[in-house]
């Protein structure tokens, strides 16, 4: 199965920079669309996610069933803690990083790269 690109309303901006020349924008999604783009494509039941330290660092793998060979088929990646704030969310923010780059291994938004 193949995953559908990103939905206009499915894309957040962020203003990284502003100059005299103009600005940066970063184009990114949140965790929830990657969630509902693999139950869309894969059906709720077929997939799941896991996570695992190695070395200090934290990873999220997305494992996918596939019937052709009755096996899940699991892609990883690692994330990064999100700036302190009040509430102390960088963990949380290091694990949502990691399933959305996950995500990115499964080609959700891979588009966001090149846009």
Known sequence: ???????????NVKVKKVTGK?????????????MAILDETFGPNNWQCDYKTIN???YCGIGVYDPTIKEWVWKWDCGIESR????????KGEASDAFK????KWGIGRELYTA
């Open 1 to 11: 199965m193949e995953i559908r690109k990103l939905k206009a309303n499915e894309i």
């Open 56 to 58: 200090g660092a934290l």
């Open 84 to 91: 302190a704030d009040e509430d102390g969310n960088e963990k």
């Open 101 to 104: 780059r996950a995500g990115f």
């Open 22 to 34: 103009g600005c940066l924008l970063l184009l990114y999604k949140d965790a929830r669309v990657d």
